[in-house]
């Protein structure tokens, strides 16, 4: 499902990944109301191919998914694309939100994701003066 309008190049772009439909389309909904373009995945493999062939600036993903999981996912992201900003979301234990920290991510987001965090989160990653770390 890519959420793109069409002229929106000049927009960063955003890849969300969740194997929960119903949580993706609650973000991608989140991401439509305050105008922010993104390309949404249900599968992290067609995620993962979608973000090595296309420029990406921000990728939310879920960590615990079937095919691919938040380590194998934020580690083949950084491999292909190292400058992406990764936000990890995971509705289990905050200390292995860290680990993914750990692994690359630059947030880890405990779900269900408060909109405005997400938002907040989001702004930061993108603003141009961006150092990679949000603390």
Do not use: W
């Not at 909904?29 to 305050?34: D, E, T």
């Not at 692994?103 to 997400?118: F, N, Q």
């Amino acid at each position: 499902m890519d959420t793109n309008p069409k002229g929106s190049e000049s927009f960063a772009k955003i890849v969300v990944i969740d194997d929960d439909r119903d949580n993706l389309a609650y973000l991608v909904a989140l991401l439509s109301r305050k105008e922010i373009p993104c390309s949404a995945f249900s599968h992290s493999e067609d995620a993962l191919e979608y973000i090595c062939a296309n420029p990406v600036s921000v990728v939310v993903t879920d960590v615990f998914m079937p095919e691919v999981d938040g380590v194998q996912l934020i580690t083949a992201i950084k491999g292909c694309r190292p400058e992406v900003v990764v936000i990890a979301m995971s509705g289990y234990q905050e200390s292995y939100l860290r680990c993914m920290e750990a692994l690359g991510a630059t947030a880890g987001l405990s779900k269900p994701v408060d909109p405005k965090i997400l938002m907040a989160t989001l702004a930061r990653c993108l603003d141009p003066d961006f150092t990679g770390k949000l603390c």
